[in-house]
């Protein structure tokens, strides 16, 4: 599904964001991107959907160079993966429906479909009471469902989340967590950036740790 | 048909919070199309009328007393045969005496006491166009000249020339004045864009991370560019027809009284579909050209 071959990120002033990374992830896996924060785990998930090109190095998702993509061909790229967004990136001037709604219009569904799955996502994720409500009369937890909930719209093959449980106390990261495993459980690749070392532990998938740009332990 | 349904919501939507914003952009570009409006009607009646004034445009030969039937006949084989020549017209002595006393219309007594009728016959000469310049006119009239039995040769053409080259000149003005007020008008419009795709960045992000095309983004402020100059040329185009109706009560004058058939008249359909076009096309250029810088940045 994922398929990164020396790839190395080098911002200006030769800040080295990644070094030398290979990686090969399965369709279907759920993977652990774990390691403190700085250590390059945002810049990989923005290499993957092409929010950023690697300095050298070829990345394949899904078969397609993504290096190589045209830009015109990004947009494609990107309504197969759904990305979780560690600020959620929730538009706060209008409601939860709206927020899903526009990735429905984006994708050219027709509205009757669009809605019926605005309502089975929010359904999901447990939200489908707050459904005219705005972002910001959410809690933190709730916002990530609702960005959860958008990442899905567009059955994405592979599902991106950077820190999605970043803000929320250890049981409510486990709810999330636990969703996260439902969604791969019915075939979607599920890559999960995160600096919580204890709850990659405990949920004992496969973890690529990260450490300065570079890959410095794989398990199992 | 749902997508044409998105990108107009959109596009009100944005024309709404564009609020005083996108009224300036219309206003401007109705100023702007006024302005050239009053050239273009300007320069197209003065055309009409230097384009009357050449059809009409002719050069008199006045024969000397005496001509006889095979001199006369001889004269108009020269000149018809001249390229520059595309109608003639004889009055014989007789017929210019006729029509001198139609014109004088009572007052003929004053022609009692010549005895011998005074006026020369003539040939009327309509020319073609091509050779109504200064240049052409003054070699044709030579060669006139020395033709035998010509006596005199009239043309009176350097005056015709003088507002043709005016009209040529308020033209190629009206095209300067039109050509920087359209791009004054382009500059409101992208900056009224612009300020409408800011208030939309985070939307444009999410958009374009979850995979919508440039196009997508940019059909609704494109449309709402499209609407703002589509809106000031035919406010425009009301203020002129206004304008242009009380012009013509003022003066007490039907249209296409002034200076005869054809002169006198408003932008016909085609050229005022075209300033729609312009405006709304001014309105779209605007538009992408923020829509664009923006999505490279």
């Known amino acids: 599904m994922i398929q990164l071959f020396h790839v190395y990120k080098t911002y200006a002033r030769d800040v080295e964001a990644l070094v030398d990374i290979n990686l090969h992830i399965q369709k279907g896996e759920f993977v652990f991107l774990a390691g403190p924060s700085g250590a390059g785990k945002t810049t990989l998930l923005r290499l993957i959907f092409r929010d950023e090109l690697p300095t050298s190095g070829q990345i394949l998702v899904n078969g397609r160079n993504v290096v190589k993509l045209p830009d015109r061909a990004i947009p494609h790229l990107r309504r ?30 027709p509205s009757a479909t669009g809605k019926r799955k605005v309502a089975n996502l929010l359904k ?88 300065a740009g570079r890959v410095v332990e794989e398990r199992p | 048909m749902e997508r044409l349904q998105y990108i107009l919501q959109d596009a009100l939507v944005n024309i709404r919070r564009g609020g005083w914003g996108g009224l300036a952009s219309i206003g401007t570009i109705a100023v702007s199309f006024v302005i050239v409006g009053i050239f273009l009607i300007i320069t197209r009646n003065l055309g009409a009328l230097v384009a009357e004034w050449k059809e009409q445009f ?85 060669f006139l000249t020395r033709l035998e039995g010509v006596e005199d040769v009239l043309y009176g053409q350097e005056w015709v020339d003088r507002l043709a080259s005016a009209v040529r000149i ?35 992000e999410v958009m374009r991370l979850v995979g ?14 499209m609407i703002q100059g589509g809106l000031g040329a035919g406010l425009a185009l009301l203020l002129l027809f206004g304008a242009y109706r009380a012009t013509l009560w003022q003066l007490q004058l039907t249209p296409g009284q002034i200076f005869g058939v054809g002169v006198g008249s408003f932008l016909d359909p085609r050229w005022a579909t075209a300033m729609l076009l312009a405006g709304a096309s001014v309105g779209a250029f605007g538009s992408l050209i923020s829509v664009g810088r923006f999505l490279r940045a």
């Open chain 1, 80 to 109: 197969s993966i759904g990305v979780i967004f560690q600020d959620f990136k929730l538009l706060r001037d209008r409601s939860i429906f709206d927020n899903l709604a526009l990735v429905y219009r984006v994708l050219g569904i």
């Open chain 2, 58 to 142: 002719q050069v008199t030969v006045f024969l000397e007393d005496g001509t006889t039937a095979e001199q006369l006949a001889l004269i108009k084989k020269r000149i018809q045969s001249e390229r520059a020549v595309k109608a003639m017209t004889y009055t014989s002595k007789e017929e210019a005496l006729q029509s001198f006393k139609r014109e004088l219309k009572g007052k003929d007594s004053l022609l009692e006491g010549l005895g011998e009728n005074p006026i020369p016959a003539s040939l009327q000469l309509r020319i073609h166009e091509a050779y109504q310049t200064p240049e052409a006119l003054r070699q044709f009239a030579a």
């Open chain 2, 212 to 225: 919508a095309t440039k196009m997508h983004i940019r059909a609704p402020f494109l449309l709402e560019g």
């Open chain 2, 170 to 204: 308020l033209r190629l003005l009206g095209l300067s004045v039109g050509l920087a007020l359209s791009m004054a008008s382009l500059l409101i419009v992208s900056n009224t864009i612009r300020l409408a795709v800011y208030s939309r960045a985070e939307e444009i």
């Open chain 1, 124 to 211: 999901l994720v447990g939200l489908s009471h707050k459904v005219q409500m705005t972002p910001y009369k959410l809690s933190g937890g709730e916002q990530q469902r609702v960005a959860i909930a958008r990442a899905l719209m567009n059955d994405p093959l592979l599902l991106l989340a950077d820190e999605p449980t970043g803000d929320l106390d250890v049981d409510l990261s486990m709810d999330v967590m636990r969703l996260l495993g439902d969604i791969n459980a019915r075939g979607t690749t599920v890559v999960v950036a995160t600096h919580d070392m204890d709850m990659v532990r405990e949920l004992g998938r496969r973890t690529i740790v990260l450490k």
